[in-house]
């Protein structure tokens, strides 16, 4: 059984650590890029079944890369995971197409 691809776009290197550890012990195999400007690329090359971003990164942000995603797939699932927690951050993430927007900190089941 093939597992569910997610990429994962997170600056944050301990928390990058611990989600992705627990996606893969969960079944899944990540793609976990840490720089904004190549979240694209690895879109593209890889064809994730979700992708999961942060949306303050490095050389290009989250809401950014989110609509370039919509551009080539307005199917794929997109979960922005932020410490970006106004009402207008959360709006405009499901502006840019969404699917859900989980504010930082989180629980790990969430």
Known sequence: MK?????????????????????????YD???????????????KEKPDVCVLDIMLPNKDGFAIADEIREKDVHVPIIFLSAKSQ??????????GANDY??????IEE
């Open 87 to 96: 009402t207008s951050d959360v709006v405009n993430g499901f502006k840019t």
């Open 30 to 44: 990540v793609i976990l890029e840490s720089d904004g400007g190549k979240a694209l690329d690895q879109f593209t």
């Open 3 to 27: 597992k569910a691809k997610v990429l994962y776009v997170e600056d944050e290197v301990f928390l990058a650590k611990i989600v992705s550890e627990t996606l893969q012990g969960r079944g």
């Open 102 to 107: 989980i504010r930082k900190p989180f629980s």
